[in-house]
């Protein structure tokens, strides 16, 4: 916009390149080996993952209040910057980092929840809970919020990559046969595989899993049989940021690429990959997200790595023409 | 004052000031960038007005609206390069492009509702902005396109900031005079009718998956103007003027003003247009600042700067709007015909 408005003009174009860097070697008249395919899978594997980290997030939120949030992105570049700064003040080990990470996106997620969702649940009734005005206001809230969070963080670090010291990359590779992946891939997967273990503990065992379950299901029946709703939505953004912010610094540390708005491109697949799962559905929203990220890395040995995120669109844009409660999504009256 | 003679002294007041007390203070000036502030908010008053057609008044949340400003912007940019041709022929040529690629992502998405179409259009917006951004041999991807044919109409030049001020400021209050007639009319009332409840309407036997198409397809053209205006008012063209947070900002500006009322559009577009200029020597924070004005304006005017309800009546009282009654009788133009 000719400087007259930088914060707006987005810097994503930055990940779109450095994501599949290293991608796109065959043209499509050159024999391609399978264990190149392989290769992509492996690839595609951890790519998946952490699309499907940051989609149970927002499938867990817009399953307690209906609302799509906005900010998402932005937890998982704070997860990164987190990640970052613990790094060079402290250099501890990945798990302790991972920790760290971890608590900074609960209190993210909190924080979040305090600012731009709670001031906009006025009344506790069904109809307004899953009103419009409301959805519009916390869609508009949220997106409020993560400008200004992009922002901080932008005048914080500066706009551009952030140094990570190279011996914290997660790069070194490993031989699996005739595949070799990096130790990222291992470590994503691991992760990742913890957390969604992590979380369907939480979900299927605990008392607050209880309540979150109940309060998507329907929050007026959860208040009346004494959930205390306000509680368990908090509970929700803490859980679901933990897992962004934790997808946030893998990523970082994966490509050497965290800069403020690193969340956008991932935020907007993971938020396919939710529609794609049916809204609601966790294990609809990670399948998809694995289908996601195997098809953008496959979809990069035919075309120029450039077009991969047309992949997602695509996906998007069948799913609601064709199967518009999403593949994994239970009835619904309209769409 | 009598009904007839005050929407024309209205009209004429908003007159003097877009076209004599503006272009007066810019002259004062007379530095090129400010000429370009006025130029960018009077382009994204008509983007604003534009999508409150579509998002305020029928009530479809456009996530987008960016990428037929982008058509537009691209489809002037390459035929005035490319084709040679003048302003003349590719502002309706930039603004008809637009209106056709709305129309064919309206097809296939008009059945979904609410969130749904929100991410359909994000979708859509996002394959758009793709396609101008990686299609290197037609758009020249990142690097933009650069126009140096400048701006005639008929033959004349009017290259220089004071000219080129009057083209953008005629242009977007014609366009703003067509969707003030389109709003505050029964077709108006037709879509608002739509946002409300649309089986309802569809039983009240009102098309109402035509209206949506053809509010859409309005949208899309008034964009489509809008960006041939910026491309051959900034000269120079590239994707980051039309990726996602575009869109989210005209969003922004439609709902600071207030879903549904058109004043407020206007308002909001020139709120979050100026309001970045002025806090320039704030430097850093003027962005903070902007998400924050959205976060209150959000949180203590949920109806916007001038609720659809006050403007309706605003509208109704200064311009008369285009009911059939004189608006003086109540009632008179509720309903549809």
């Known amino acids: ?58 499938t867990l939120i817009f399953g307690v209040l209906n609302v799509v949030n906005f ?51 006025r009344f506790s009734d069904e109809a307004s809970l899953k009103s419009r005005a409301m959805r519009e206001a916390t869609l508009m809230s949220s997106l409020a919020v993560s400008i200004v969070v992009r922002e901080a963080v932008e005048i914080g670090f500066g706009s551009q990559f952030q140094t990570v010291p190279l011996d914290r990359l997660l790069n070194s590779p490993i031989s699996l046969g005739p595949v070799t992946i990096v130790s990222g891939d291992v470590i994503i997967l691991v992760v990742a595989a913890l957390m969604l273990g992590g979380l369907q503990y939480v979900l299927k065992r605990t008392n607050v899993g209880l309540s979150i379950r109940a309060v998507s299901s329907n929050p007026l029946g959860a208040k009346y049989v004494g959930i205390n709703t306000d509680r368990t939505i908090i509970w929700t953004f803490a859980v679901g940021s933990m897992m962004g912010a934790a997808a946030g610094i893998l990523v970082g540390l994966y490509y050497g690429a965290i800069f403020p708005s690193m969340g956008f491109i991932p935020g907007i697949k993971a938020f396919v990959a939710m529609v794609m799962g049916g809204l609601s559905s966790i294990p609809g929203a990670v399948i998809c997200a694995l289908i996601l990220g195997f098809s953008e890395s496959i979809a990069t040995i035919f075309v120029p790595s450039v077009w991969a995120d047309m992949v997602a669109y695509g996906f998007l844009i069948v799913t609601l023409i064709f199967f518009p409660r999403g593949i994994f999504g239970g009835a619904r009256d309209r769409v | ?52 057609l579509v998002t305020g008044v029928a009530g479809l949340l456009q ?39 709305a129309v064919l992502v309206a097809l296939p998405t008009m059945r979904l509702v609410s969130i749904y179409f929100a991410v359909a ?111 051959h008012t900034a000269g120079y063209i590239s994707p980051a003027d039309f990726s996602f947070p575009q869109s989210i900002l005209i969003l922004a500006m439609v709902v600071v003003g207030g879903l549904g009322s058109l004043p407020g559009a206007v308002i909001g577009a020139l709120v979050l247009i100026l309001l970045p200029e002025v806090l320039r020597p704030v430097g850093d924070f003027r962005n903070i600042i902007v998400g924050g004005v959205l976060f209150f304006s959000i949180l203590l005017m949920p109806k916007g700067i001038i609720g659809e309800v006050s403007a309706l009546d605003l509208v109704r009282r200064q311009l008369g709007g285009a009911w059939r009654g004189e608006g003086t009788k109540a009632g008179s133009e509720v309903g549809w015909r």
């Open chain 1, 1 to 58: 916009m000719a400087g007259t408005n930088p914060a707006m003009t987005l810097e994503s174009v930055g990940l779109e390149n450095h994501w599949h860097e290293s991608r796109g070697l065959f043209g499509p008249n050159l024999p391609v080996p399978m264990d190149y395919y392989l290769q992509q899978l492996a690839i595609g594997l951890s790519l998946g993952m952490v699309y499907a980290l940051m989609a149970i997030g927002f």
């Open chain 1, 71 to 121: 900010a998402h992105g932005e937890v998982y570049t704070v997860g990164a910057f987190a990640g970052l700064v613990v790094i060079s003040a402290f250099a501890p080990p990945l798990i302790v980092v991972l920790l760290v990470v971890v608590a900074v996106g609960a209190l993210a997620g909190v924080g979040l929840e305090r600012i731009a969702f709670k001031p906009f649940r």
């Open chain 2, 1 to 52: 004052m009598s009904d007839r003679l005050r929407p024309l002294l209205v009209v004429a007041a908003v007159l003097v000031l877009v076209l004599g007390v503006v272009p007066a203070v810019l002259g004062a000036f007379d530095r090129s960038y400010l000429y370009q502030v006025a130029n960018l908010a009077l382009i994204f008053v008509l983007l604003a007005a534009s999508m409150h």
């Open chain 2, 63 to 101: 996530l987008g609206h960016a990428a037929f400003y982008g058509v537009g912007a691209y489809t002037a940019a390459l035929l005035a390069t490319d084709a040679g041709l003048s302003f003349g022929w590719t502002l309706p040529l930039a603004g008809l492009g637009a209106a056709f690629v």
């Open chain 2, 121 to 231: 259009t994000l979708g859509i917006g996002q394959m758009l902005y793709l396609v101008m951004l990686n299609w290197v041999p037609v758009t020249k991807g990142p690097n933009g396109i650069l126009i140096t044919s400048g701006l005639t109409l008929f033959g004349y030049d009017l290259s220089r900031p004071a000219s080129a001020y009057f083209v953008v400021a005629v242009v977007t209050l014609a366009s703003l005079w067509v969707i003030h007639r389109l709003s505050h009319s029964y077709y108006g009332n037709a879509l608002r009718s739509l946002r409300e409840d649309d089986q309802c309407a569809d039983a009240m036997g009102l098309d109402t998956v035509r209206l949506k198409i053809e509010s859409f397809a309005v949208s899309g053209f008034f964009a489509g103007i809008a960006g041939a205006l910026w491309a």
